[in-house]
């Protein structure tokens, strides 16, 4: 098929979109994608090098590029996941979240209390480890006020890894993601998203507290419980050396007070330095292991030294395992951009853009497209990705889509690569796939099961009144 500019679509291009069909469906069917992207990069490889050393090769050489390019999102998630499991065995986290206690009289005052403060601590810690941050020390005053232990973990649980991971404006792997897949600035997309994740995150909420009193008042509620869970931390992983990890009263206190300020004069630097990507991400992570450091050394005394590397390789265990199915997936889908020259050479059209770019070009000269069409599609996509339940596994398509259908039709790449984003994170980071709502279904003795139906339309709601706003915005 040849296109205007001398370009013309080979076989590789037809391969990849075959590939991008077929992951979808998979995704649709709630099965694994990662054979299916080794097996693209596979015959992406052979279609490029006509050897069998060379595709062979490539699949490694492709995972090495992917892991290269998300180094620095597994390293401070890892980082961070240390450190918070540091603060919670020294009792730092529940001295930190105690004096917000007294702000919270009612249940309503509860559940908007713990998504707010909930939203703050994911933005520094990530949701996962936010949870057991906070989770512990407010969830039994909630239930006290009675607010029921799934209204709790519906709080956290939006608030955490829906509005604050979808956004993740200072950590930034969610955009890093997207963005390297769509091919634009990191700042780009979150600048595009935020009128997004605000919209999103104020009718999901806002909807999941109307429902929750509405059934609560008709007496439809059901709490959800599990029989013989009690809240606590599925992170926290305590062992029998951790009743080592003691400090004094006084410390405890002084050192509440310190970290969040060092975290603030991050952001403080972040916005005086004009950080952001990597440079604003290296400097939380830095702090992060200063903290880490250093409070070890203060609590385990003698065996601090031990402890440091105890908890370093607790966070890299966590990372990597969060990342481990997201690797092999984006590897295929950094094919479609530069990663496909650096890796089999330049054996695309001279005129060729990239393989996504050369669809996106092939699009427009096929499909009328707007940018209605376009956003709905990079929400149904974001969602169907997602449905693995990972939220990050499925963004780097998203980001593609985005990047293809923004060649289609010239405008609106950033607004829609922060849709598929958006819509991609709440649907599989952990609002809506059970298997992805452990943590704060764990931390609260609930259902994972009963807690993604009660999200489930609220979430749907969101997502139809962001498409809408983002459709005004492309």
């Not at 694994?32 to 992207?37: A, F, K």
């Not at 959800?224 to 926290?236: D, E, R, Y």
């Not at 070009?361 to 096929?366: M, P, T």
């Not at 809506?432 to 704060?440: G, K, M």
Request: hydrophobic fraction near 55%; charged fraction near 10%; proline fraction near 4%.
């Amino acid at each position: 098929m040849w296109l205007g500019m001398g370009i013309h679509l080979t076989a590789i291009h037809y391969v990849y979109l075959a590939f991008i069909v077929f992951i979808m469906a998979l995704l649709i069917r709630r099965r694994d994608t990662t054979m299916i992207c080794v097996a693209g990069i596979f015959a992406l490889g052979m279609l490029a090098t006509e050897t069998l050393a060379g595709s062979v090769s490539g699949v490694f050489n492709s995972f090495i590029y992917a892991t290269k390019e998300l180094m620095g999102t597994i390293m401070i998630i890892s980082i961070i996941v240390a450190m918070s499991r540091v603060l919670i065995r020294t009792g730092i986290n529940e001295t930190m979240v105690a004096p917000l206690t007294r702000f919270l009289r009612t249940p309503a005052m509860a559940y908007w209390g713990i998504g707010f403060i909930m939203l703050a601590t994911s933005f520094f810690f990530w949701p996962s480890p936010a949870v057991a941050l906070i989770g512990a020390v407010l969830l039994p005053v909630a239930i006290r006020l009675g607010l029921p232990a799934l209204g709790a973990a519906m709080a956290m649980n939006l608030f955490g890894h829906g509005i604050a991971l979808s956004g993740d404006y200072i950590i930034q792997g969610a955009p890093k993601l997207t963005a390297d897949a769509a091919g634009i600035p990191v700042s780009s997309v979150m600048e595009a998203s935020m009128p997004l994740v605000a919209v999103m995150g104020l009718v999901t909420t806002v909807t999941a507290f109307w429902f929750m009193r509405r059934d609560m008042k008709n007496g439809t509620w059901r709490d959800g419980l599990i029989s013989g869970k009690s809240p606590a931390s599925a992170l926290s992983g305590d062992d029998e050396d951790d009743v080592q990890a003691v400090m004094s009263s006084g410390v405890r206190r002084t050192l509440a007070v310190v970290i969040p300020l060092l975290f603030l004069a991050d952001v403080a630097a972040m916005f005086l330095l004009k950080l952001q990507g990597g440079d604003a991400t290296a400097l939380v992570g830095g702090t992060a292991v200063l903290i880490l450091i250093a409070v070890t050394l203060m609590a385990h005394r003698n065996k601090g030294l031990e402890k440091v590397t105890s908890y370093l390789i607790d966070g890299f265990v966590f990372g990597f395992k969060v990342f481990g199915p997201v690797i092999p997936i984006a590897a295929f889908f950094y094919l479609g951009d530069s990663a496909f020259a650096d890796l089999f050479g330049k054996v695309l059209p001279e005129a060729s853009h990239g393989i996504v770019n050369d669809l996106g070009v092939a699009l427009a000269g096929s499909v009328p497209l707007n940018g209605a069409v376009g956003a709905v599609t990079l929400t149904v996509t974001g969602a169907i990705t997602g449905l693995d339940g990972s939220g990050f596994s499925g963004i780097s398509l998203a980001g593609s889509i985005a990047q293809l259908f923004a060649a289609a039709t010239n405008s609106g790449a950033a607004t829609l690569t922060a849709l598929g984003q958006v819509a991609g994170i709440w649907v599989g980071g952990g609002t809506l796939i059970p298997w992805a709502l452990i943590p704060a279904a764990a931390i609260c003795g609930v259902s994972p099961f009963e807690l993604a139906r009660r999200n489930l339309k609220p979430v749907m709601i969101g997502l139809a009144a962001t498409t809408a706003v983002a459709i005004f915005l492309v």
